[in-house]
């Protein structure tokens, strides 16, 4: 079984801007739900960013009005364009993909290996 995988993360400074990008897994007869997560150093994982099946978004408050969350290609993918980075984005970023098969009732969860964002001047 594979996983998804991430890219896109780098260095880069205060102000600027990143896009990571997600490809998850191809599911037949499955919805998928996008979640983007993260976790810095010494701190517990939290969530950042989802994207529904239908196009829902949800976002924590801390990026709120800075981060878009967008399928790129179907719902198995997720872009994550991150604007007005601050020094406390910086963490690993990992992909979550969580599929519904609504031909057998299953459920699957899957994360990628995660990206590295880091933002300092």
């Known amino acids: 079984q594979g996983q998804p995988v991430e890219s896109g993360g780098g260095s880069v400074q205060p102000g600027g801007s990143l896009r990571l990008s997600c490809v998850g897994l191809?599911?037949?007869?499955?919805?998928?739900?996008m979640r983007w997560y993260r976790q810095a150093p010494g701190k517990e994982r939290e969530f950042v960013s989802g994207?529904?099946?239908?196009?829902?978004?949800t976002y924590a408050d801390s990026v709120k009005g800075r981060f878009t969350i967008t399928h790129a290609d179907g719902q198995n993918t997720a872009d994550l364009q991150m604007n007005s980075l601050r020094p406390d984005d910086t963490a690993m970023y990992y992909c979550?993909?969580?599929?519904?098969?609504?031909?057998?009732?299953?459920?699957?969860?899957?994360w990628g290996q995660g990206t590295q964002v880091t933002v300092s001047a």
């Open positions: 994207i529904d099946s239908d196009g829902t978004t």
């Open positions: 979550k993909q969580e599929a519904f098969c609504w031909s057998s009732g299953a459920r699957k969860n899957n």
């Open positions: 191809e599911y037949n007869y499955c919805d998928s739900d």
